[in-house]
């Protein structure tokens, strides 16, 4: 058994092998034309559009890998140093300090209120 969608039941229904085959909109034994070019502009080759921009600033990964790959049992998060600390500190007491707001928005939400 063979199905196609039909639009106008909008459900699954039986039908003939050709046209289970053949999906609504396109039509049977019409060769598929490519869409004519609007904007033909010419492809450069690598080799002519000219040098890349560099890049004036020093390679600093490899000093990146030393110093995030030290076996020096601190967390990767804490090993910037200091600002990493203090985003790191900033972070947990922004979040203590929320976690204790909804706390205190829940108990005064929870309240009956007084009339």
Do not use: W
Not at 5 to 10: C, E, L, P, V
Not at 35 to 60: D, L, W
């Amino acid at each position: 058994m063979y199905y196609k969608f039909s639009g106008f039941t909008q459900k699954l229904t039986g039908t003939a092998p050709a046209a289970a085959y053949n999906p609504q909109g396109l039509k049977v034994g019409m060769p598929a034309e490519s869409p004519t070019m609007i904007f033909a502009t010419p492809t450069k080759v690598v080799s002519e559009a000219g040098a890349p921009a560099e890049y004036m600033g020093a390679n600093r990964v490899p000093d990146f890998q030393k110093l995030f790959q030290k076996a020096d049992n601190v967390p990767v998060h804490l090993k910037g140093g200091y600002p990493d600390r203090l985003l790191y500190r900033t972070t947990m007491a922004l979040t203590i300090g929320g976690l204790a707001y909804c706390l205190v928005a829940l108990y005064i939400a929870a309240q009956p209120s007084r009339k």
